[in-house]
């Protein structure tokens, strides 16, 4: 038996990185999987691996985002769990001073409207069932500053962690749970690609880290799949931290 049989999972951004790695360890807990992309190709893979609902979508087109929960509740009658994950690190959004609109604005509309939307549509479904688990993907961004700024992209990892917290208090009693999950830094490709430009900058990160790594995308996917279940059935609105230690950290050891 696993701890999420019966239960009906929608990840976003799951063609990739932890969202694949969230999507594979929820289907292992037992779970039904929609795999979300917008990359329609990555949506396929994941679901065809998984023997779960592959959806092509845009999560910033509230069309789009109707369509991922309808669809999910048409196929399998029932959304338990929703991780909202996909999001974007753009090399053009840095420091404040260089950091034009249009980027501070498509950051925005990725990782933080898009949370707004999800929730706004998978909300009234988990009232319907009177139970449900949200986890949105934060960061660790969201609790310190980096002095190597990605200011929206901050910004927004901020908003989610407010907004997070916010429906994790307003809906408790409801008997649905909204957590901000906030990753340190992960061996993925959104942060391969970005430090492979500047191999500088990814050492004045890892410095930071106690455990001196990267997390692997399984083990944010473990936490993901704790939260989404009942062993976390105590845990709502909170700031849920996975991150090596980084944000407790004075200095690291040597
Ligand atoms: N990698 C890290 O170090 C790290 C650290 C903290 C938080 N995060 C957060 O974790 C989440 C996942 O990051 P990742 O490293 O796995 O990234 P990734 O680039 O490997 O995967 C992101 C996925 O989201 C999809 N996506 C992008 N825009 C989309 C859109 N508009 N609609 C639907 N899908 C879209 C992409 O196609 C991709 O498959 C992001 O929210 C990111 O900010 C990552």
């Not at 807990?29 to 949506?43: H, K, L, N, P, S």
């Not at 500053?145 to 907004?163: D, E, F, P, W």
């Not at 279940?229 to 931290?241: K, M, P, Q, R």
Request: proline share 4%; charged share 20%.
């Amino acid at each position: 038996m696993g701890r999420l049989d019966d239960r009906v999972a929608v990840v976003t951004g799951a063609g990739s990185g932890i969202g694949l790695a969230a999507a594979r360890r929820l289907t292992a807990d037992g779970a039904r999987v929609a795999c979300v992309d917008i990359d329609g190709d990555a949506a396929k893979r994941a679901a065809d691996e998984l023997d779960g609902l592959a959806i092509t979508a845009d999560v910033t087109s509230p069309e789009d985002v109707t369509r991922i929960y309808a669809s999910t509740d048409e196929r399998y009658g029932r959304i338990d769990i929703a991780l909202h994950n996909a999001g974007i690190s753009p090399p053009e959004d840095d420091s404040i001073l260089t950091t034009g609109l249009d980027a501070w604005r498509r950051v925005q509309e990725v990782n933080l409207t898009s949370v707004y939307l999800c929730c706004q549509a998978v909300l009234p479904y988990m009232q319907r069932a009177g139970r449900g688990s949200i986890v949105n993907v934060a960061s660790f961004v969201a609790v310190m500053g980096s002095a190597t700024s990605q200011i929206s992209y901050t910004a927004s990892k901020g908003g989610v962690l407010a907004l997070s917290r916010e429906l994790g208090v307003q809906f408790a009693r409801e008997g649905i749970r909204v957590n901000a999950l906030c990753p340190g830094p992960v061996n993925t490709p959104l942060l391969t690609e970005l430090f492979a430009k500047d191999p500088e900058r990814a050492q004045r990160r890892l410095v930071h880290v106690p455990m001196g790594r990267f997390a692997e995308a399984t083990e944010i996917a473990a936490a993901i799949a704790f939260l989404a279940s009942d062993d976390a059935s105590f845990i709502t609105a909170s700031e849920f931290l996975v991150d090596g230690g980084i944000s407790g950290a004075y200095v690291t050891p040597l």
